[in-house]
Nanobody, 129 residues
Framework: LMSAAGVGGGLVQTGGSLILSCEVS????????IGWFRQAPGQEREGVSC?????????WYSDSVKGRFTISSSGARNAVNLRMNSLKPDDTAIYYC?????????????????????WGKGTLVTVSS
């Protein structure tokens, strides 16, 4: 049974850093997209960054985090990490990881995340001003 679990949230000051990790089980790293999504209070869920097996389109970042966040895989741990630097109060949200078995691009699934196969429970990131 495939599952995804996201960990690593917490409280950090503006300008600080956090690393979120999405660990996937019941799944082999062959054809996949693993992504991080977030939902701030009163707002809709949005794609933050995705990482996939598609060689042409492997990573994707939203404009709001480009240059500050870095997504990478840790194949030995079946995990995808999201390093978040230069955090801002606007980054405050519940962050969810999700996984999709697919040959298609990270960009597509970060924008069409309603079709992701499995979602983690969410981890709260709070950035104080």
């Amino acid at each position: 049974l495939m599952s995804a679990a996201g960990v690593g949230g917490g409280l950090v000051q503006t300008g600080g850093s956090l690393i979120l990790s999405c660990e996937v089980s019941g799944f082999t790293f062959d054809n996949y997209v693993i992504g991080w999504f977030r939902q701030a209070p009163g707002q809709e869920r949005e794609g933050v960054s995705c990482f996939g097996s598609n060689r042409i389109d492997k990573t994707w970042y939203s404009d709001s985090v480009k240059g500050r966040f870095t997504i990478s895989s840790s194949g030995a741990r079946n995990a995808v990490n999201l390093r978040m630097n230069s955090l801002k109060p606007d980054d405050t949200a519940i962050y969810y990881c999700a996984v999709k078995t697919t040959i298609y691009s990270a960009k597509y699934y970060c924008s069409h995340f309603s079709v992701m196969d499995h979602w983690g429970k969410g981890t709260l990131v709070t950035v104080s001003s």
